[in-house]
């Protein structure tokens, strides 16, 4: 068989390479990550409005274009490639696949027209302290009260939290363990109780926050899906978001090989480019197989996802693994081929270092991956 990108994906791609080099070029991604948001308000208009991306997995039922995950990597690997500043990956990859995947039909026709259009930013909360991205580390409470829900405890790193303007958040029946007495809720921002701050991150292209839930009263129809089996739909979202990272960390070792390449071939040393050494094509070399193999894992994982297919978990891990591995790897080779000037400030590879490193921890590292693979063939 075949496998490539159609005509309509390699335009998609061709289209999203062009804007981002318009619109998230090093010096606006500087500027965007500096600002108060961590992202440019008229990039993201212009992201809604003019490309639609957004709307690209959203059924056209509700607004959406109606796509699914082999576009969403073709995207995603490009923002990857530029470090796009925007509430994408929080709203469309995590939020947004939330709603689609545990909210009801009134729920999602309230909702996903206004996230179609950009008006919308939702974010999931899920993790906590512990820092564990499973089942077992969502420990906020959900307690029934008259004919609503009283939610107490703690989110952190909740992607864009500072600027949502809708949470969905994670929260289990007291008593309940694992995957058994999650639910789902749809929280705004302005509910009393509700508290949110910015946390400091590494990585200054993507912000994080805590959000704190003293005692938030919510109706019963914040509540997706059925009470107490919100996992399952928690868990799919997870597996995409991971396929979805995949591909952003797929663009981005591409892009520290391209820098490494371009260097390599200009920098001048004992009267001859440093590319010509052959420890530095050796380094290049190895960047390339990485890059390659990783984009492999991400590409089969997106065809998984678009099937349906009952080993998307296992898949999902495996690229997060391949792809955080192959990320982190070229982006502190690449700081080797650029010798002491790499680190710098002036250049943009602490940038792509810092993002490799925190989406290698974000969703599950490689270790808590591996181990989600042997438990699934029984090891």
Avoid: N
């Avoid at 212009?46 to 073709?74: D, H, K, N, S």
């Avoid at 792509?352 to 090891?379: C, N, Q, W």
């Amino acid at each position: 068989m075949h496998f490539a990108f159609t005509q309509e994906q390699e335009e998609l791609r061709e289209s999203a390479r062009g804007f981002l080099a318009e619109h998230s070029s090093p010096e606006q991604v500087r500027r965007a990550m500096e600002s108060d948001l961590g992202y440019d308000p008229e990039v993201w208009r212009r992201i809604a409005t003019e490309v639609g991306w957004p709307a690209v997995v959203i059924p056209e039922e509700y607004g959406g274009l109606g796509l699914g995950p082999v576009e969403l990597v073709a995207l995603l690997e490009e923002m990857g490639s530029a470090l796009l500043c925007a509430p994408f990956f929080s709203t469309v990859c995590l939020g947004g696949t939330a709603l689609l995947a545990a909210g009801t039909d009134a729920q999602k026709r309230e909702h996903l027209p206004a996230v179609a259009e950009g008006r919308t930013r939702i974010s999931l909360a899920w993790t906590e302290a512990g820092g564990a991205w499973g089942a077992t580390g969502i420990r906020a409470l959900a307690r029934r009260e008259g004919d609503g829900f009283v939610l107490r405890g703690a989110k952190r790193f909740v992607l864009d939290g500072h600027c949502a303007d809708l949470f969905i958040i994670a929260a289990r029946r007291e008593g309940s363990t694992g995957e058994d007495g999650v639910s789902l809720f749809i929280v705004t921002p302005d509910t009393p109780g509700l508290e949110r701050r910015a946390l400091p991150t590494m990585d200054q292209t993507r912000r994080q926050s805590e959000i704190v839930l003293r005692d938030v009263r919510v109706p019963a129809s914040a509540l997706m899906g059925t009470e107490g089996r919100g996992w399952s739909a928690l868990g799919r979202t997870l597996d995409l978001a991971a396929v979805a990272l995949s591909a952003e960390q797929v663009g981005g070792a591409q892009r520290c090989l391209d820098l490494s390449v371009a260097y390599a071939k200009q920098r001048v040393q004992f009267g001859r480019p440093i590319g010509s050494f052959q420890a530095i094509k050796h380094i290049c070399a190895d960047m390339m197989i990485a890059v390659e193999s990783a984009r492999s894992a991400s590409y089969y994982a997106a065809c998984v996802a678009a099937e349906g297919r009952e080993d998307l978990s296992t898949v999902a891990s495996l690229a997060k693994v391949a792809c955080s591995e192959a990320y982190f790897h070229c982006a502190a080779e690449s700081i080797q081929v650029h010798g002491g000037v790499g680190f710098t400030w002036e250049y943009d590879l602490h940038l792509y270092f810092k993002r490799a490193r925190s989406t290698e921890i974000f969703l599950g590292d490689p270790a808590y991956h591996r181990e989600r693979v042997a438990r699934h063939i029984g090891l």
